[in-house]
């Protein structure tokens, strides 16, 4: 609410205090010369500035309530940013593990590849359609 | 008209703004690459091993892909479960 924040909250306490006095005096103070011959005007002045005045003070209590909100909300949002980071992090340190756990087989196995070879390759002759089979699977084309 | 002003400006008085900004979380790098094609084999080798060879390098490839798309799935949980903590 930007009339609230550009203007001082003691402003419109300090109205809210004035209107109130000055009602209560319009009323009251009857043996004040000035006072009983304005008492109609300054009832009126100071009922308009009191109802202006009341506004702003709910204005303010709402704008103070919101206020509270958003810098709950930005404590909850912070402690959030901070636990997806923490995330990521671990994330990142699982996926790692994993792919190493999976290098590391891969070379464990390709070194018995290299171990069997020669037999492997005396047994068995592979066809060029068998290759060919395989080729066009890896690619994922027709 | 001055009334209609007055009242006017005490409506847009009424006007806030909503200051809490969030950001989209980012996903580690590692888990954002794209997996590679397999491997394919020499059309003219008739080695088992060789074939052998390129088979399990396949796997291991698919294995590393199956791993990325666990973490996304991991991560997406996780991060919504974080995301609704936020109310």
């Given at each position: 609410?930007w009339?609230v924040n550009?203007?001082?909250?003691?402003i419109f306490?300090?109205?809210?205090?004035?209107?109130?006095?000055?009602?209560?005096a319009?009323?009251?103070?009857?043996s004040?010369?000035?006072?009983?011959t304005?008492?109609?005007?300054?009832q009126l002045a100071?009922?308009?500035?009191l109802?202006?005045?009341?506004?702003?003070?709910?204005?303010?209590s709402?704008n103070?309530?919101?206020?509270?909100?958003?810098?709950?909300?930005?404590?909850?949002v912070a402690v959030?940013?901070?636990k997806s980071?923490?995330?990521?992090t671990?994330?990142?340190?699982?996926?790692?593990d994993?792919?190493?756990?999976?290098?590391?087989?891969?070379?464990?196995?390709?070194?018995?590849?290299?171990?069997?070879?020669?037999k492997m390759?005396?047994?068995?002759?592979?066809?060029?359609?068998?290759?060919?089979?395989l080729?066009?699977?890896a690619?994922?084309k027709k | 008209?001055?009334?209609?002003i007055i009242?006017v400006?005490?409506l847009?008085?009424?006007?806030?703004?909503?200051p809490v900004?969030?950001k989209?979380?980012?996903?580690?790098?590692e888990?954002?690459?794209?997996?590679?094609?397999?491997?394919?084999?020499?059309?003219a080798?008739?080695?088992?091993s060789a074939v052998?060879d390129?088979?399990v390098t396949?796997?291991a490839q698919?294995?590393e892909c199956?791993?990325?798309?666990?973490?996304?799935i991991e991560?997406?949980?996780?991060?919504?479960k974080?995301f609704?903590?936020v109310?």
């Amino acid at each position: 609410m930007w009339i609230v924040n550009f203007l001082p909250d003691f402003i419109f306490h300090a109205l809210l205090l004035v209107s109130l006095l000055a009602l209560v005096a319009s009323f009251v103070l009857d043996s004040i010369p000035f006072v009983s011959t304005n008492a109609k005007a300054i009832q009126l002045a100071s009922a308009v500035v009191l109802a202006i005045v009341l506004y702003f003070e709910g204005a303010i209590s709402d704008n103070d309530a919101w206020l509270a909100r958003v810098a709950a909300l930005e404590k909850q949002v912070a402690v959030a940013e901070a636990k997806s980071k923490e995330t990521n992090t671990v994330i990142q340190y699982q996926y790692r593990d994993k792919v190493r756990t999976i290098k590391e087989t891969q070379v464990v196995v390709q070194e018995r590849i290299v171990k069997e070879a020669a037999k492997m390759d005396a047994e068995c002759k592979v066809s060029p359609e068998a290759v060919s089979i395989l080729n066009q699977a890896a690619g994922g084309k027709k | 008209m001055k009334y209609v002003i007055i009242t006017v400006a005490l409506l847009l008085s009424a006007c806030v703004s909503v200051p809490v900004e969030r950001k989209f979380p980012m996903a580690p790098g590692e888990i954002q690459a794209p997996c590679g094609n397999l491997q394919t084999i020499d059309p003219a080798t008739t080695k088992l091993s060789a074939v052998i060879d390129s088979v399990v390098t396949n796997y291991a490839q698919y294995q590393e892909c199956q791993t990325k798309t666990d973490s996304w799935i991991e991560w997406y949980n996780r991060q919504k479960k974080i995301f609704e903590s936020v109310k």
